[in-house]
């Protein structure tokens, strides 16, 4: 039986408007001057402004006092400067050749039949960016017949991979990572003994080299500890990752981070600024201004046959003045936080020393400057400020409070801080566990468990104790 009724019920949505200023919110300086300039591209009646007065005010211009009478509908006057025909651009990056272009360049070198090499350009354009093709040849190969109308066995690209593994870097084209150490051994001269040994660790005893089970090992191959430890240096200067080798053109270099603030400190003052040196000024033009002034008449009306026109103009003019006032509204909201991280943070700010940050969590930075807890992590996220120590990530500065058997609250950077200490020293042929990790802090002062010790070095990037062991 179907039934008909009426539910109340109350729902939060956000308008375009706040969604948009969420989105300013949480970009970095280097995305912002893109997207100002973006905004000024699409929005006629914006312009930039290199020189705009300090006493001048785009963002209070009315549209109304040249309108007396306004008859646009109010759903005009909220656009979003795109139309359906409109297509997502994206800034095209200039760069070398990529590693797929510098294999086919290879594979012109080789005596291969036009089909072959069309085969051969396939399989490299499945190449994943390190070097590893993690496709099965079964998956290759009927996409070739689906893509290509050209049914080819399986076998038939086994041995085209295998001219692929002889190119440049060694290794490419290995389809895990004991192929690919494999391809490396094979391509060097199996001259000396560690090498010869290191062979054959890689290939019949990988297993427990992964799981560093180095007593069993050296049992099994019967060798000492020291022919052992030079096998293991031969394997450990083998690149993991031979897509990595080829950088020329790669995705994966260093990005360049531009840091949001810049932070000085001089005989016990800090001066606090937003990076924006760079940020184009944006302001209304004037002249489309004056264009809607010329159509009213001298009783304040708008001429019947510019209606349209002046509708579509001012829909533009209101949304220039709302991006002017987010731009600004941003700039605001990034000072204001990063004025209570920096009182917060005062004593660590001063030398850049982690022993000196105090535990900080987001709602702390909340209360402070009475805004909301989302908004603060939009802003401290992917936000840089750089200091007299370095450039430093704001999300770096958050940290859970620990407490010590005094009763002393002590940021988790701290007990982090040990932790490191510790390993660094430890022995490696018996490294240190997490319940002796656990142990020590505990012998310290610091109210620990044995699964927050395991989080931290986690945290850290620190394996556990066995993959830690070496010879």
Known sequence: MINQKQVLSLQQKLSPQQIQMIKLLELPTMQLEQRIKQEI????????????PEDEQPQQISVEEYLREDETP???????????????????????????????????YRNLSEQDMRLAVYLVGSIEEDGYLRRSLEAIADDIAFTQGVDVSVEHLERLLSIIHELEPTGVGARNLQECLLLQLDQEN????SRRLARKIVECYFDEFVKKHYEKLMARLQVSEDEFREAIEEITRLSPKPGNLYSEGGADTTPYVTPDFILDYHEGHFDLTLNSGNLPEARINHRYIEMMRGMV????????????????????????????????????TLMRTMQEILDYQQEYFKDGNKSKLRPMILKDIADRTGLDVST??????????????GIILLKSLFSEAMQTDSGEEVSSY????????????????????????????????YRIARRTVAKYREMLSIPVARLRKQI
Request: glycine share 4%; hydrophobic share 30%; with cysteine.
């Open 41 to 52: 591209e699409e929005n006629i009646v914006l312009e930039e402004d290199d020189h705009t």
């Open 376 to 389: 603060i992590s939009r802003v401290v996220n992917s936000k840089y400020v750089q200091t007299q120590f």
């Open 190 to 193: 199996l001259n000396t003994r």
């Open 414 to 445: 701290e007990i982090k801080n040990i932790l490191q200490q510790c390993i660094d020293e430890e022995d490696k042929r018996k490294p240190l566990t997490d319940e002796t990790l656990m142990d020590i802090l505990n012998s310290k002062g």
């Open 74 to 108: 109010s759903y005009k006057s909220r656009i979003n400067n795109y139309s359906k025909d409109d297509k997502p651009r994206q800034a095209p990056l200039a760069g070398g050749r990529s590693l797929q272009e510098y294999l086919v360049e290879q594979l012109g």
């Open 297 to 332: 008449d001298s009783d304040g009306r708008v001429k019947e046959k510019d209606r349209e026109a002046i509708q579509f103009v001012k829909s533009k003019i209101d949304s220039a003045k709302w991006f002017i006032s987010a731009i600004k509204q941003r700039h605001d």
